[in-house]
C-alpha cells in the first residue's frame, strides 16, 4: 500500500482478508478489503501461487499500516509468481511522482493558454 493511496482512504479502520492461507490465488482475484474514513477498497492479489496470510501485526491495530507502509506495514505475503508488470514500492513511488508531475505541467500550461 502506497502512501498516497492510504491518504486517499484517510484514517484506517480495518483491513480484511477473505482468503485464508494455502489457499491458490490468481493474479487480480479480490483477496479482502481495506476500509478508512475516506474510502472503501477491494485489496487484490498482485500474482498467481498461494496465499500466505495478511500482516500479523494489523491485529493489534493499523499503525504500522499508517506509519511504515513500506517495511513494518506490509499487507500480505504470498509464494508464486507476480504479475509482470508488478512494481515494488520503490519503483511506484518513482512512476507515481513522475505521473503527478506530468499532471501539474499539463494543469499550469492549460491555466496560461487561457
Avoid: H
Amino acid at each position: 500500500m502506497t502512501e498516497f493511496a492510504l491518504r486517499m482512504l484517510g484514517e484506517l479502520v480495518v483491513v480484511e482478508f477473505e482468503v485464508k492461507p494455502g489457499a491458490p490465488v490468481t493474479k487480480g482475484d479480490t483477496i479482502g478489503l481495506i476500509e478508512g474514513f475516506k474510502a472503501l477498497s477491494d485489496l487484490y492479489c498482485i500474482g498467481s501461487g498461494t496465499f500466505e496470510g495478511g500482516n500479523p501485526t494489523f491485529s493489534k491495530g493499523l499503525e504500522s499500516l499508517s506509519n511504515d507502509p513500506y517495511d513494518e506495514g506490509w499487507l500480505y505475503e504470498f509464494s508464486g509468481e507476480p504479475e509482470k508488470n508488478s512494481l515494488d514500492a520503490s519503483a511506484y513511488a518513482d512512476l507515481l511522482g513522475v505521473t503527478l508531475t506530468q499532471i501539474q505541467s499539463r494543469q499550469c500550461s492549460e491555466g496560461t493558454a487561457q
